[in-house]
C-alpha cells in the first residue's frame, strides 16, 4: 500500500513568488493535514481537510491556503513569499475524523520549500 | 497558547541502556496523546498512543506514561538501538469548538552511541 506522498521534494523560490505544494493521501483516507516544520522546530500545525472542506486552520496568515480535491488529495498554496516561510512541509492523512480524537497522522516525506 | 513542550532538547545514551523522554503539555482537556518518531530525511511515524484515561500503556520495547495531575507524558525505550536515533515528538489531540487538530512539541533528538 502506498503512503502519504508529497511533491515537489524541494522548491526553491524568491521572496514575493508564489508555492504550490501537493499531497495525496492514504487511499482509503480522507482527511489531510498541513504542518510547517521550521530548521530545529517541532511540527506548527497549519490546515486540516476533510471530505472536501477545510475544518480548521492554524495561527498563519490568509496567503496560507489549500484545498482539498474529490480524490482527497490536497494542494497547499502559499503566496508572496517571505524569507520565513523556508521549512519543511509535512502533509498527512487519516481515515474519517473521529469525534472522540482518536486520529493517528500517517505523514508523507515533506517538501522543503526555500525562500531567497 | 497551546503548546506541548519538551524538557530536554537533546538525550544522548549508550547503546543497550534504556531511554526516557519527557514532555510537559498545557491541554488539560486533551483525551489522547501520541508519541511520533522522525527519522531523518522522513515524516514522523507513529509509536505509541495512550487515552487519558490509561496511565501506563507498552508496546514493544516501548512504554508512555501519562500523569494528568502535572500534565506530563513520559516515552520509555528500553534496550536502546543505534535504529532508535531519531527525534522524538509528543503529540496531543485537541478537540474543541474550533475544531480537531494535533499538537506537537518541539521535539527530543535521542542520540545512541554504540
Known amino acids: 500500500e502506498a503512503g502519504v506522498t508529497q511533491s515537489p521534494t524541494h522548491l526553491i523560490k524568491t521572496r514575493g513568488q508564489q508555492a504550490t505544494l501537493r499531497c495525496s493521501p492514504i487511499s482509503g483516507h480522507t482527511s489531510v493535514y498541513w504542518y510547517q516544520q521550521a530548521l530545529g522546530l517541532g511540527l506548527q500545525f497549519l490546515l486540516w481537510y476533510d471530505e472536501g472542506e477545510e475544518r480548521n486552520r492554524g495561527n498563519f496568515p490568509p496567503r496560507f491556503s489549500g484545498r482539498q480535491f474529490p480524490n482527497y488529495s490536497s494542494e497547499l498554496n502559499v503566496n508572496a513569499l517571505e524569507l520565513e516561510d523556508s521549512a519543511l512541509y509535512l502533509c498527512?492523512?487519516?481515515?474519517?475524523?473521529?469525534?472522540?480524537?482518536?486520529?493517528?497522522?500517517?505523514f508523507g516525506a515533506g517538501s522543503r520549500l526555500t525562500v531567497l | 497558547g497551546e503548546s506541548v513542550g519538551l524538557h530536554l532538547p537533546t538525550l544522548s545514551v549508550q547503546e543497550g541502556d534504556n531511554s526516557i523522554i519527557n514532555c510537559a503539555y498545557s491541554n488539560s482537556a486533551s483525551d489522547y496523546f501520541i508519541w511520533y518518531k522522525q527519522e531523518s530525511g522522513k515524516g514522523p511515524q507513529f509509536i505509541i498512543d495512550i487515552r487519558s484515561n490509561m496511565d501506563k500503556r507498552q508496546g514493544q520495547r516501548v512504554t508512555v506514561l501519562l500523569n494528568k495531575t502535572v500534565k506530563h507524558l513520559s516515552l520509555q525505550i528500553a534496550a536502546t538501538q543505534p535504529g532508535d536515533s531519531a527525534v522524538y515528538f509528543c503529540?496531543?489531540?485537541?478537540?474543541?469548538?474550533?475544531?480537531?487538530?494535533?499538537?506537537f512539541g518541539a521535539g527530543t533528538r535521542l542520540f545512541v552511541k554504540a
Open positions: 498527512a492523512s487519516s481515515k474519517t475524523y473521529r469525534v472522540s480524537g482518536a486520529n493517528v497522522l500517517t
Open positions: 503529540a496531543e489531540n485537541v478537540v474543541n469548538t474550533g475544531g480537531f487538530k494535533t499538537i
